[in-house]
């Protein structure tokens, strides 16, 4: 992902029991690597519990994932300082990054679908829930 002459690149490291994020940021005029860190996480399927939120007033991407049914972010610094942060709510089974601008649909494991938007990278608000998010998931999934 390329934002403001940075190369964001954002992959998952497998432990014994799950993955963790790995991120490396480059400058995109030379490649020299600006970070390359490892961030905590304890992810079970990276395809369906992990995203990367943008949105133009956002200085840095935002790394999201789920972890034991809670939402946990982090935005993508230059300096390590930031720590991961767990959104309110508990109980979700998949994130989507549906293409809004700030904003993620994650499923919560009875179904119902929830609308996050992530306001200048530290905190996050629920804007809506729907039911039958299973259709969300195969049209996903599938396209």
């Known amino acids: 992902m390329l934002v403001d002459n ?3 690149a954002i992959g998952f ?3 014994t029991v799950s993955y963790t994020l790995h991120v490396t940021i480059l400058n995109s005029s030379n490649a020299q690597v600006l970070r390359s860190s490892d961030i905590p996480a304890n992810i079970l399927d990276p395809w369906t519990e992990s995203a990367v939120i943008t949105h133009p007033s956002f200085a840095h991407p935002v790394a999201a ?3 034991k049914g809670i939402l946990r972010y982090v935005a ?5 300082r930031e720590k991961p ?3 309110k709510g508990s109980g979700y089974a998949q994130i989507r990054d549906v293409g809004a601008n700030g904003q993620v649909v994650v499923i919560r494991q009875n179904g119902l679908g929830v609308v996050v938007g992530f306001e200048e990278e530290q ?3 629920i804007l809506w829930e729907f039911e039958d998010a299973v259709g969300l998931l195969c049209v996903s999934l599938t396209g």
């Open 123 to 125: 905190t996050t608000k």
């Open 76 to 80: 993508l610094t230059l300096t390590p």
């Open 6 to 8: 940075k190369l964001y």
């Open 13 to 15: 490291a497998k432990s």
């Open 65 to 67: 994932w789920l972890e």
């Open 85 to 87: 942060k767990s959104a």
